[in-house]
Nanobody, 119 residues
């Protein structure tokens, strides 16, 4: 199983970016999918998660970021609007995946994509 994140880049404050994360490999089912970020010198933190029915966001991004998924493409997205310099970080996707029916769920990370917001 691999998670491939993309969509990062340099954007001015107030701008928008959309991150994508495609899951590939042996997939029976994907449960929780989410996005985390790690700014320089800081710990990795949760940004947003999505299940089959619910979404949850960090307080710092509520109202600005939207997480959604396309189960037909095994892809999770993060639409980021009204970006701020403090959103600058490496963004990582994460997913709980059952590769084969009857086996246990495992947690996987993508490789990270850098988002830089200039003031």
């Amino acid at each position: 199983v691999q998670l491939q994140a993309s969509g990062g880049g340099l954007v001015q404050a107030g701008g928008s970016l959309r991150l994508s994360c495609v899951v590939s490999g042996s997939i029976f089912s994907i449960n929780v999918m989410g996005w985390y970020r790690q700014a320089p010198g800081k710990q990795r933190e949760l940004v947003a998660v999505i299940t089959s029915a619910t979404t949850s966001y960090a307080d710092s991004v509520k109202g600005r970021f939207t997480v959604y998924r396309d189960n037909t493409k095994n892809t999770v997205y993060l639409q980021m609007n009204s970006l701020k310099p403090e959103d600058t970080a490496v963004y990582y996707c994460n997913a709980d995946i059952r590769s084969v029916a009857g086996t246990r769920i495992k947690n996987y990370w993508g490789q990270g994509t850098l988002v830089t917001v200039s003031s």
